[in-house]
């Protein structure tokens, strides 16, 4: 387990350092966009290519991909969920994953400009 947290933790390494790169030589937010787009891309190859080399998945997927993005790991949960024919499922993930993330979002600012401010 120390073995895989850890390559778990190189991989986040690398992928917050190459999207926080990224981001900074192209500015957010369609940075952000290209970035979300990318890593999902990734996401879905690296997930049917690594099925059969298990020992990379740590690495990639959680970690330089989670890194990169957890985008993607929203992309591919979503994915597996439409795939299983878990239609429901999926719609509600997506939904609830994005319209909740975006009022979260709204209101962490609204209280921090409200006791900053």
Do not use: C, E
Request: proline content about 2%; overall charge positive; glycine content about 12%.
């Amino acid at each position: 387990m120390f073995w895989t947290l850890s390559q778990v933790a190189i991989g986040g390494a690398i992928g917050s350092v190459l999207r926080y790169l990224t981001v900074a030589a192209f500015g957010a937010p369609w940075a952000v966009v290209a970035v979300n787009v990318l890593g999902s891309f990734v996401m879905g190859m690296l997930f049917v290519v690594l099925a059969t080399r298990a020992a990379l998945s740590p690495v990639l997927l959680a970690g330089v991909l989670g890194g990169f993005t957890t985008f993607s790991a929203f992309s591919l949960d979503a994915l597996k969920l439409w795939q299983s024919g878990q239609t429901v499922q999926a719609v509600l993930y997506v939904g609830l994953s994005v319209g909740l993330s975006l009022l979260a979002v709204a209101l962490g600012a609204a209280l921090a400009k409200g006791a900053l401010g």
